[in-house]
């Protein structure tokens, strides 16, 4: 009998079965059952357990198998504003905004994948690199324009009406970031 | 027992063998979708914004994880880092893409790629995750042995890349495929994209200042068609896991069962994968999403077998019958034989005696002195020299092969060894070849199972059989671990009765072989009992 292919079809299955561990959905303790948090619980800590030996391939490659592609399509969403301050009048200007002709400021560099997701707000609020993100935004537009001395970035609230084709603003403003030339 | 039955099919399933042109396929479009991603960024001037450290860019991962990724320990959180990255990236990729040192560059773009993820989390996409566990995968495949440098290399210094490969990546390329999509739809937590809320997911999106490409104007008209949109994006997902099934009713579609019937009646397969195309293509129209959709239409070749497959090692040197694929006859497997010296190597593979027991075939099947032996479908010749010596002076083997080349190289290889009782033949691919009443024995390995209309064929081999001649017919067992893929094997039952509806008279079947059976059968005539045949 040769041994190679029984070896190898054993690594294929395991590497699948460790996939497929890895990306079984479990809830989160606040979101499941009263009766089933205990389960719950104990199972993921026997995932956490039969995963440790593979764990550090997942990190050197960054690697894992949960998947997600629009989980949630909520109407209530928010809408990114760029705005800057003149120096002279203290008059603030918008500069981009997205799905805005009129406001096109940087666009080209802001729309490279919304600069690899800094600037869309995730479901639990801004992302980690957010604050970097206005930072570095703030250092390109006062090196372009010396006349204003500040950066504004913040996001207003919207909601989505498909059904008018349209998106709604409510002049509700969240992550407000402002940086100082 | 039949976890036993199970492991050996799982077994042999990985032990394929196919042309490695889907593979090569996924490996450009894959380096090709990562290159372009990493030019955009350059093009847009955001290298160091996306992949510097604060104050320079967001790359957060840089120096506010306790502990940074080994790049930044190893070279420091700067732009230059940032820069060094990107450029090894794009060199690994462009060579990946070019299929020079296609391991190697494999293997350096998904670590240096790990490397930017680590550094810009945020801008570690689930498509850019995608991509990076595809890149493991074709660095143990030969992806690179078609359409490649490598290959063109290789075959320059006379050691070219076998014409099959280990077909093993590609399933689990699709078993990737498939748990993505399936993962993606059982996480979509919102009631938008269930009855719910409507289905109107889609739309919603579709309004988002954020991704949408176009004015949302144009939402409100199509607002019934997003949902049937978002319903069958929701079936897509969720029905990802039947798509195997779906192909592997389709690659037997000889086989009884009233849902295999209806799947390849409605072709579900094909109907899978064009929602999924036309799911990824409607993306790239309508939202921006980067990559996304091209990264995920870059892996489709894996869900296309290609054309020539066969299990690993498994010489079939066998008359191409693509076009007489008779289903109502179980089919003959469609493949194709053009280069002959690149077949050579398998066909003629030292090891291939251990299993063939070529000697004990030739016992088998009763070859004599003085006899006309046939040996139809005889691909590179690896039986020519032994009935050459069987039959002696006096005899005379005839090497039939549809395959120009494969007589091509028969001939020359007759020429080499010296082998003056050999004549070789182009043969039709629905006869013989040979006169009626001209053969002693005819001789018939791993090739009956591509014949198409078997029970036609059989009729000439009685034909071309003399009085007292007999055929043999050696083909893999159903269980065997080599061989052609379950669908295409033929019980020795079936075969002993595709003779019989030729004319011919089955005598027995041996298995003795380790792989394989022979079955034996003479013709009618009484006093013409197949000669030598124990």
């Excluded at chain 1, 894992?64 to 909520?74: M, V």
């Excluded at chain 2, 319903?231 to 969720?238: N, S, V």
């Excluded at chain 2, 790239?284 to 990264?295: D, H, N, S, V, Y």
Aim: charged share 20%; proline share 9%.
């Amino acid at each position: 009998m040769r041994r190679w292919p029984h070896v190898r079809a054993g690594l294929v299955a395991l590497a699948m079965v460790v996939g497929l561990a890895d990306g079984c959905p479990l809830p989160t303790s606040d979101r499941a059952p009263e009766s089933l948090r205990e389960p719950v619980r104990v199972i993921k800590a026997v995932r956490h357990a039969a995963l440790t030996p593979f764990r550090p391939l997942g990190e050197l490659l960054r690697l894992r198998q949960r998947w997600k592609l629009f989980p949630t399509a909520k109407r209530e969403q928010v809408r990114m504003w760029i705005e800057t301050r003149d120096t002279a009048t203290r008059a603030w200007s918008l500069v981009y905004r997205p799905q805005d002709d009129e406001h096109t400021r940087m666009a080209d560099p802001l729309e490279y994948r919304r600069i690899r997701a800094a600037w869309n707000p995730g479901s639990k609020g801004a992302r980690t690199g957010y604050g970097p993100f206005v930072e570095w935004l703030a250092a390109e537009l006062f090196a372009e324009d010396p006349s204003i001395d500040r950066v504004r970035v913040r996001m207003e609230e919207i909601v989505l009406e498909p059904e008018h084709g349209r998106f709604v603003g409510s002049g509700i403003f969240t992550h407000p970031k402002v940086m100082k030339r | 027992m039949r976890l036993r039955q199970a492991w050996h099919r799982w077994v042999a399933l990985l032990d394929r063998r196919e042309a490695p042109t889907s593979l090569a396929l996924t490996r450009i479009l894959v380096a090709a979708v990562i290159l372009g991603d990493l030019l955009q960024a350059r093009l847009h001037g955001v290298v160091a914004a996306v992949w510097a450290p604060p104050p320079y860019g967001i790359g957060v991962g840089a120096v506010w994880d306790a502990e940074p990724p080994w790049s930044i320990r190893w070279f420091g959180a700067s732009v230059d880092t940032a820069e060094l990255l990107w450029w090894v990236a794009v060199i690994a990729a462009a060579l990946l893409l070019l299929g020079a040192a296609s391991r190697l560059a494999a293997i350096l773009l998904v670590l240096v790629l790990a490397q930017m993820a680590h550094i810009a989390p945020d801008g570690d996409r689930g498509i850019d995750l995608l991509l990076r566990a595809v890149l493991p995968v074709l660095a143990l495949s030969l992806s690179h042995a078609r359409w490649s440098v490598d290959a063109w290399v290789r075959r320059r210094i006379g050691r070219p890349y076998p014409p099959l490969v280990p077909a093993w990546p590609r399933t689990l390329l699709f078993a990737q495929l498939v748990w993505v999509y399936f993962s993606a739809g059982h996480n979509k937590s919102d009631e938008a994209w269930g009855p719910l809320g409507g289905f109107t997911a889609l739309a919603s999106i579709m309004c988002d200042p954020h991704f949408a490409r176009f004015d949302c104007a144009w939402v409100s008209p199509f607002s019934p068609l997003l949902r049937v949109a978002t319903l069958a994006t929701m079936a897509f997902e969720l029905s990802a896991p039947l798509l195997p099934l779906f192909t592997w009713w389709e690659a037997t579609r000889d086989r009884p069962g009233r849902l295999r019937r209806l799947s390849n009646r409605l072709r579900l397969r094909w109907v899978w994968i064009a929602l999924g195309v036309v799911f990824h293509l409607g993306i790239a129209m309508t939202l921006k999403l980067g990559i996304f959709p091209w990264g995920m239409l870059a892996l489709y070749p894996v869900l296309f077998a290609p054309a020539c497959a066969t299990p690993r090692a498994q010489p079939e040197p066998a008359p191409e019958h693509e076009h007489e694929h008779d289903h109502a006859h179980a089919g003959g497997m469609p493949h194709r034989f053009e280069h002959a010296d690149d077949w050579a190597p398998m066909f003629d593979d030292p090891t291939r005696d251990a299993w063939q027991k070529p000697d004990e075939v030739i016992t088998v099947v009763g070859v004599a002195p003085g006899m006309t032996v046939v040996d139809v479908g005889a691909g590179t010749g690896y039986f020519l020299a032994r009935l050459s010596a069987a039959v002696g002076p006096a005899g005379k083997v005839i090497a039939t092969d549809i395959e120009p080349d494969m007589v091509r190289y028969m001939v020359e290889r007759a020429a080499r060894e010296k082998l003056l009782n050999v004549e070789v033949l182009l043969a039709p691919a629905d006869s013989v070849g040979v006169p009626d009443a001209s053969a002693d024995r005819i001789l018939i390995v791993d090739t009956w199972h591509h014949i198409g209309s078997r029970e036609t064929y059989a009729a000439g081999l009685r034909r071309a059989l003399r009085p007292g001649g007999a055929v043999a017919v050696v083909d893999f067992t159903l269980e065997s671990e080599r061989g052609p893929p379950p669908a295409h094997r033929l019980a020795p039952a079936r075969v002993m009765e595709e003779l019989r509806a030729g004319g011919l008279v089955p005598a027995q079947a041996t298995e003795t072989l380790p792989d394989q059976y022979i079955v034996t059968a003479g013709s009618p005539d009484p006093a013409s009992s197949p000669a030598g045949t124990p």
